[in-house]
């Protein structure tokens, strides 16, 4: 999956032959094509000028629709059934009328009932649906109900929520996911803004490892750069865990590899580190955030931190 286009499918558990479908493309990204020179310069002249992006066109969703519904079809005449489809009329909705949407059905080699729209804030048109069985009627209609209310295609407060297992962080929407690793006892994701990161680690079994090292030796051995030369604080998080948090400027060796990674971003060039690590006593976890970040951003540790869920639901927000 990629944040401007992508496909999931979710299973019902059991023997349920009911699944949740949701694929979402990027409107504004122009129809793939061979590069030619307008396509591959237009975007830097633009920039150099400062010139603003050129308007994106609307979609239209019955053209959208129709294409999943031939690939629909085809299945249905492959497994010899006759198929059938419809589409409501076109509404708007959403708190600024930015959402164009319309709910379709069809049955054929199955059933589905699903929605479609476009979303003018984020550009992204995307097409839900859940699919069963034909006998599966009350199921599909029942989880449709429940799914399509309950479907965001943007942040609404400018943070975007990450959770995966047992971690649940919400990170400024203009961030990219740059780099993860899912290991067993150890997660960590990296997120980037220009050339500004944030780094996000959790290690499981603190018990254990707290036996052996000191929850600062500890960090110190995970990260790259030396925590003597930064100054040192004691700074409590949301959920009541007091954070061994250290911030100063980022050294001069880290600073020319930055540089060099960051060619192109210089408006969000960072200078300053800040890092924290704590326990979690109640799900036995050791977390640990880190930022390098511009002088512009200097709340950006506190705003992670301040969201970032190690034990309980993120919704407790």
């Keep these: 999956m990629?944040?401007?286009s992508g496909y999931l499918r979710v299973d019902a558990p059991?023997?349920?032959?009911?699944?949740?479908?949701?694929?979402?493309?990027?409107a504004s990204r122009p129809e793939a094509g061979p590069p030619n020179a307008y396509s591959l310069l237009a975007p830097t002249v633009r920039r150099w000028l400062r010139r603003p992006e050129p308007p994106v066109k609307t979609p239209i969703?019955?053209?959208?629709?129709?294409?999943?519904?031939?690939e629909t079809a085809r299945q249905?005449?492959?497994?010899?059934?006759?198929?059938?489809?419809?589409?409501?009329?076109?509404?708007?909705?959403?708190?600024?009328?930015?959402?164009t949407a319309m709910n379709f059905s069809w049955t054929g080699a199955g059933r589905g009932q699903g929605k479609i729209w476009y979303c003018a804030h984020c550009h992204r048109v995307v097409i839900a649906q859940v699919v069963g069985l034909a006998r599966d009627q009350s199921a599909i209609a029942a989880i449709a109900s429940q799914l399509f209310a309950s479907l965001h295609d943007h942040s609404e407060d400018g943070y975007d929520?990450?959770?995966?297992?047992?971690?649940?962080?919400?990170i400024p929407d203009d961030f990219r996911l740059e780099e993860q690793k899912l290991l067993s006892g150890y997660l960590s994701l990296t997120f980037g803004r220009k050339g500004?990161?944030?780094?996000?680690?959790?290690?499981g079994l603190a018990n254990m490892?707290?036996?052996k090292f000191k929850l600062e030796e500890w960090f110190q051995n995970n990260i790259a750069i030396k925590l003597k030369r930064l100054k040192r604080d004691d700074v409590e998080t949301r959920q009541g865990h007091t954070v061994a948090h250290y911030s100063g400027a980022i050294p001069l060796l880290m600073l020319v590899k930055l540089l060099r990674d960051t060619v192109g971003s210089m408006r969000r060039f960072p200078t300053?580190?800040?890092?924290?690590?704590?326990?979690?006593?109640?799900?036995?976890?050791?977390?640990?955030?880190?930022?390098?970040?511009?002088?512009?951003?200097e709340t950006l540790w506190r705003d992670v931190a301040d969201r970032c869920y190690c034990h309980g639901a993120a919704s407790a927000e």
């Design 196 to 203: 500004e990161r944030i780094i996000l680690d959790r290690w």
């Design 209 to 211: 490892t707290l036996k």
């Design 61 to 70: 969703l019955k053209t959208n629709l129709d294409r999943m519904f031939q």
């Design 2 to 4: 990629e944040r401007e």
């Design 161 to 170: 929520l990450w959770a995966l297992y047992d971690l649940q962080v919400r």
């Design 272 to 297: 300053r580190y800040e890092g924290g690590v704590w326990e979690c006593p109640e799900g036995n976890k050791i977390f640990a955030l880190q930022t390098l970040r511009s002088k512009k951003s």
């Design 14 to 26: 059991g023997n349920s032959a009911v699944t949740v479908q949701v694929r979402w493309t990027d």
């Design 76 to 99: 249905a005449k492959k497994a010899k059934a006759s198929f059938e489809s419809s589409m409501k009329p076109e509404r708007r909705e959403g708190p600024d009328n930015e959402r």
